[in-house]
């Protein structure tokens, strides 16, 4: 099984293109930079809580729902 970090960038990924987001509009969107989208979701970085929180809240997801199946 691939490691948590390289699960939830494929999760993000999916996330952000199910709703037509490049990287740049999910990055103005949730006010965070895009390389760190980028980092997020190669699996190269691991998400901090605040920035689990924005996300969730950008895809008005609970905390529980972004991370289930991680």
Do not use: C, W
Request: proline share 1%; glycine share 8%.
């Amino acid at each position: 099984m691939a490691h948590i970090s390289v699960r939830f960038g494929m999760r993000l990924r999916s996330l952000r293109r199910s709703r037509g987001f490049t990287q740049v509009q999910l990055a103005d969107f949730l006010g965070i930079d895009r390389s760190y989208i980028s980092a997020l979701e190669l699996g190269n970085k691991s998400p901090t809580l605040s920035y689990l929180e924005t996300v969730a809240q950008g895809f008005k997801l609970s905390m529980s729902d972004l991370l289930t199946d991680l």
